[in-house]
Nanobody
C-alpha cells in the first residue's frame, strides 16, 4: 500500500525558513517528485518539481528562495523554503509519480497536505 507522509509545515514570520518533507513507502520506483500549493481562494499551483533525468523546475514566484531536493535511498522529497513571504501562505502538497512493481503502470499520488502560514 502506497503512503505519502508529509511533515514540516507550521507558522513562521516573514523572512523565515521552513523545510517540508514527504516520505513515500510501499513503492518500487519513482520517476518524478513535486510540490504544489493552494493558497486561500486560489487554484492549486506547481511550486517545484524534479523530473526524470534530474531536471528541476520552479515557479517564478519562488525562484531563488525555495530549493527542491530528493533522497533516493529514503524515497523522500524535500522543499527548503527561505525568505518566506505572506503570499507563500498555503497548504503544500507533495506529488509523486511512482509505480509499485516493475510491471505496474505509473501513477500519480498526493500527500495529505501540510499548512504553511507566513505571518507576523
Amino acid at each position: 500500500q502506497v503512503q505519502l507522509v508529509e511533515s514540516g509545515g507550521g507558522l513562521v514570520q516573514p523572512g523565515g525558513s521552513l523545510r517540508l518533507s514527504c516520505a513515500a513507502s510501499g513503492i518500487f520506483s519513482i520517476s518524478a517528485m513535486a510540490w504544489h500549493r493552494q493558497g486561500p481562494g486560489k487554484e492549486r499551483e506547481l511550486v517545484a518539481a524534479i523530473i526524470s533525468g534530474g531536471r528541476i523546475n520552479y515557479a517564478d514566484s519562488v525562484k531563488g528562495r525555495f530549493t527542491i531536493s530528493r533522497d533516493n535511498a529514503k524515497n523522500t522529497v524535500y522543499l527548503q523554503m527561505n525568505s518566506l513571504k505572506p503570499e507563500d501562505t498555503a497548504v503544500y502538497y507533495c506529488n509523486i509519480n511512482l509505480r509499485t512493481s516493475a510491471t505496474s503502470p505509473w501513477y500519480s499520488y498526493w500527500g495529505q497536505g501540510t499548512q504553511v502560514t507566513v505571518s507576523s
